[in-house]
């Protein structure tokens, strides 16, 4: 059931394409407006919300970190996000106004489901962004978003991620819309970038050996550090864990402005650094950042918008992933990140499906 693959890991980051097709494709109706089944919100209930509270754990959570940037953006509602398991615990301030997102590939993540069921007590509305059907979360939702990624079998989640920021894009534009704070020509816009994703997404794949060919330079390294802007720095996160759970690399992301505050101290001769640079508004920023750590000796590989050469004075090695507007790269920036920790974990004999101490859903605390 790998169909050929040597592993699950790479299979399904190789069913993105699909996985991402079907969950904006089968939203989409004939007039082009958005159409999100299982999701009961009306006009005043959206108007009615006053914040929006994203809540998950591990990969879930960065897509939450890439949601709140995005549904900020189009909905014009202040977005708090939390991990689950300090959600839980902390006593957020969550009311009826609250529209509570709870994001799981899985559905029986037990503190993604005792924070829904907290929110849910303080009287939040409570959606959530499932990939299992008929799940816990699920059942426990007042609104469900399935994304359509299908199973997932290896514990490092790949496309669950994907689906997951396309469905944050969907509800984001539902509500903008709804709100009235989505132009046409925006909407237009957003809507044509994310149909391309799924093409453009194939065409880097397409390009996977040269990202193996950089993993076969790398393995040996024991410590990464992964920097980014804006929408970069989710995408950043997420590329951190993907690779220090199935490679075992001690790696680590950070918001490439706040280096200077602490972090940099780290950087010295021969240090990886891995420098996400494909947001237009943040290029100059990030070079210089990647300029401050080649200043004490880093070794950089840059992840940045074809056409942006500029790059190429300054990191060691350029990934470049297909043009696109800054608000949806998190896409085409993640992938190379995927396939760069599997063929990583794979030089170093690792176990990738089934990483040491990790198990595919977190059913205990
Ligand atoms: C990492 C990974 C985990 C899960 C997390 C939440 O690759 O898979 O970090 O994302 O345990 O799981 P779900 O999404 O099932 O709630």
Same mark, same amino acid.
């Given at each position: 059931?790998?169909?050929?693959?040597?592993?699950?890991?790479?299979?399904?980051?190789?069913?993105?394409?699909?996985?991402?097709?079907?969950?904006?494709?089968?939203?989409?109706?004939?007039?082009?407006?958005?159409?999100?089944?299982?999701?009961?919100?009306?006009?005043?209930?959206?108007?009615?919300?006053?914040?929006?509270?994203?809540?998950?754990?591990?990969?879930?959570?960065?897509?939450?970190?890439?949601?709140?940037?995005?549904?900020?953006?189009?909905?014009?509602?202040?977005?708090?996000?939390?991990?689950?398991?300090?959600?839980?615990?902390?006593?957020?301030?969550?009311?009826?106004?609250?529209?509570? *997102?709870?994001?799981?590939?899985?559905?029986?993540?037990?503190?993604?489901? @005792?924070?829904?069921?907290?929110?849910?007590?303080?009287?939040?509305?409570?959606?959530?962004?499932?990939?299992?059907?008929?799940?816990?979360?699920?059942?426990?939702?007042?609104?469900?978003?399935?994304?359509?990624?299908?199973?997932?079998?290896?514990?490092?989640?790949?496309?669950?991620?994907?689906?997951?920021?396309?469905?944050?894009?969907?509800?984001?534009?539902?509500?903008?819309?709804?709100?009235?704070?989505?132009?046409?020509?925006?909407?237009?816009?957003?809507?044509?970038?994310?149909?391309?994703?799924?093409?453009?997404?194939?065409?880097?794949?397409?390009?996977?050996?040269?990202?193996?060919?950089?993993?076969?330079?790398?393995?040996?390294?024991?410590?990464?550090?992964?920097?980014?802007?804006?929408?970069?720095?989710?995408?950043?996160?997420?590329?951190?864990?993907?690779?220090?759970?199935?490679?075992?690399?001690?790696?680590? @992301? !950070?918001?490439?402005?706040?280096?200077?505050?602490?972090?940099?101290?780290?950087?010295?001769?021969?240090?990886?650094? !891995?420098?996400?640079?494909?947001?237009?508004?943040?290029?100059?920023?990030?070079?210089?950042?990647?300029?401050?750590?080649?200043?004490?000796? @880093?070794?950089?590989?840059?992840?940045?918008?074809?056409?942006?050469?500029? *790059?190429?004075?300054?990191?060691?090695?350029?990934?470049?992933?297909?043009?696109?507007?800054?608000?949806?790269?998190?896409?085409?920036?993640?992938?190379?990140?995927?396939?760069?920790?599997?063929?990583?974990?794979?030089?170093?004999?690792?176990? !990738?499906?089934?990483?040491?101490?990790?198990?595919?859903?977190?059913?205990?605390?």
């Amino acid at each position: 059931e790998k169909e050929g693959y040597d592993h699950f890991m790479l299979k399904e980051i190789h069913e993105q394409p699909k996985g991402l097709y079907e969950t904006l494709n089968r939203r989409i109706e004939k007039d082009g407006s958005i159409k999100l089944d299982g999701i009961h919100l009306t006009k005043e209930d959206i108007e009615n919300f006053n914040k929006v509270f994203i809540v998950a754990c591990g990969t879930a959570y960065h897509a939450g970190l890439v949601g709140k940037f995005i549904l900020e953006n189009l909905a014009k509602i202040p977005v708090e996000i939390d991990v689950a398991s300090e959600f839980r615990y902390r006593d957020p301030f969550v009311d009826d106004k609250t529209l509570f *997102i709870a994001i799981s590939q899985s559905g029986e993540t037990l503190d993604t489901l @005792a924070a829904l069921r907290e929110a849910k007590r303080k009287g939040a509305r409570i959606l959530s962004v499932v990939n299992v059907v008929g799940s816990s979360v699920a059942r426990e939702s007042d609104d469900v978003f399935y994304t359509w990624a299908g199973p997932e079998i290896a514990v490092a989640s790949t496309k669950a991620y994907t689906t997951q920021l396309m469905c944050m894009y969907l509800i984001g534009l539902y509500m903008g819309r709804k709100k009235g704070v989505v132009s046409d020509e925006k909407y237009a816009q957003y809507m044509s970038e994310l149909k391309q994703i799924p093409d453009k997404l194939a065409n880097l794949l397409e390009g996977e050996s040269a990202i193996h060919d950089l993993a076969k330079e790398l393995y040996k390294r024991e410590q990464v550090f992964f920097i980014g802007r804006g929408a970069d720095v989710g995408v950043s996160y997420e590329g951190s864990l993907k690779l220090k759970e199935i490679s075992y690399i001690n790696s680590f @992301a !950070i918001a490439a402005g706040e280096l200077k505050h602490g972090t940099i101290a780290l950087i010295e001769k021969d240090t990886l650094v !891995i420098a996400l640079a494909t947001q237009d508004k943040l290029y100059e920023k990030m070079l210089s950042n990647i300029q401050e750590v080649k200043a004490r000796g @880093a070794y950089v590989i840059g992840v940045a918008k074809e056409g942006n050469k500029e *790059i190429e004075k300054q990191a060691d090695r350029v990934i470049y992933i297909p043009d696109c507007m800054d608000e949806v790269s998190p896409f085409l920036s993640v992938v190379p990140l995927q396939i760069l920790a599997y063929y990583i974990a794979k030089e170093r004999g690792c176990d !990738i499906d089934k990483p040491k101490n990790l198990a595919k859903s977190v059913t205990v605390e």
